[in-house]
């Protein structure tokens, strides 16, 4: 199982970006079984979860990032979404995507997220 991970840019405060991440080389039933998760990793600080959706679309979001993040999945695409609006400069950091199996976990390459003006 691979995942990319993309979306990621130079944005003002206050601005959007749209991170989207595309699993290959896994079946459609398992994709919809997995729960897939975003996390970000800043300068010096741990990497810690954003938000995550599960199998049936329930999902959760760091305090950090609620109303202005939203995270979703496209099964039929084994595609997971994050949209990000009001972006603040603290959430500068490389964001992960994740997806975890009954049995695996695998992660994204990361993509960087600079939010600066």
């Known amino acids: 199982v691979q995942l990319q991970a993309s979306g990621g840019g130079l944005v003002q405060p206050g601005g959007s970006l749209r991170l989207s991440c595309q699993a290959s080389?896994?079946?459609?039933?398992?994709?919809?079984?997995?729960?897939m998760g975003w996390y970000r990793q800043a300068p010096g600080k741990q990497r810690e979860l954003v938000a995550n959706?599960?199998?049936?679309?329930?999902?959760n979001h760091a305090d950090s990032v609620k109303g202005r993040f939203t995270i979703s999945k496209d099964n039929r695409k084994r595609a997971a979404y994050l949209q990000m609006n009001s972006l603040k400069p603290e959430d500068t950091a490389v964001y992960y995507c994740?997806?975890?199996?009954?049995?695996?976990?695998?992660w994204g390459q990361g993509t960087q997220v600079t939010v600066s003006s």
């Open positions: 080389g896994i079946i459609f039933s398992t994709f919809r079984m997995a729960v």
């Open positions: 959706i599960t199998t049936d679309g329930p999902t």
């Open positions: 994740n997806l975890k199996s009954p049995f695996s976990e695998y």
